[in-house]
């Protein structure tokens, strides 16, 4: 069984733990990955293999430091099986900061896991990874992920124009860009 993240969360509400990718997550990332409806925020083209996935687990416990990547797989206590992934990437050592993602599968959203999860990444990069900040990019439409971000601390720092590829042909969407400072600035 795979390490697990675990941490207190709000009295009430649904809770999940964060542990490391196993072999066993293959087809809970396969139909992850090749949900469309996700595909616009993961930068997704295209369907993913199962054999690409395979490749990719077998690498998924590579160290934080040299891959620059971290994602862990949320489970719920309540539901006892996946219900999504947390994403460290992006990572640049000089700076201690990285890039966070959160995918939490259509039926579970809007219970309070992706805050708990969140809650448990920002904890672990903090106090496990020693990151000085992390930051992400939201769809200003967004309004269910800016909320998540803004309540877990997260501030407003700009917004790119035209940013984000939209649904139709030719249309461009305006994103929000997000960053959490884990330790006081020097």
């Not at 862990?72 to 994403?87: M, P, R, T």
């Not at 460290?88 to 219970?111: D, K, S, T, W």
Request: overall charge neutral; aromatic content about 8%.
């Amino acid at each position: 069984m795979a390490a697990a993240l675990a941490g207190p969360g709000p009295a009430a509400g649904p809770r999940v733990v964060l542990r490391a990718l196993e072999p066993d997550d293959l087809e809970f990332l396969y139909a992850l990955e090749n949900d469309p409806a996700v595909w616009a925020v993961s930068d997704t083209l295209a369907p993913v293999s199962r054999h690409a996935l395979r490749e990719y687990l077998k690498h998924a416990t590579a160290d934080f430091h040299e891959v620059r990547q971290l994602r862990l797989v949320a489970d719920s206590y309540d539901w006892g099986q996946q219900v999504g992934v947390v994403d460290l990437f992006n990572f640049e050592p000089l700076h201690q900061r990285a890039a966070v993602g959160i995918i939490i599968l259509g039926p579970a959203r809007r219970q309070g896991y992706a805050q708990h999860a969140l809650a448990l990444l920002v904890a672990h990069a903090r106090d496990v990874l020693h990151l000085h900040q992390l930051h992400c990019t939201v769809a200003a439409a967004n309004r269910a992920s800016l909320g998540l971000f803004r309540a877990a601390g997260f501030r407003r720092v700009g917004t790119r124009r035209a940013w984000l590829r939209g649904p139709a042909p030719g249309q461009w969407l305006d994103a929000v860009e997000l960053q959490l400072v884990l330790s006081p600035a020097g």
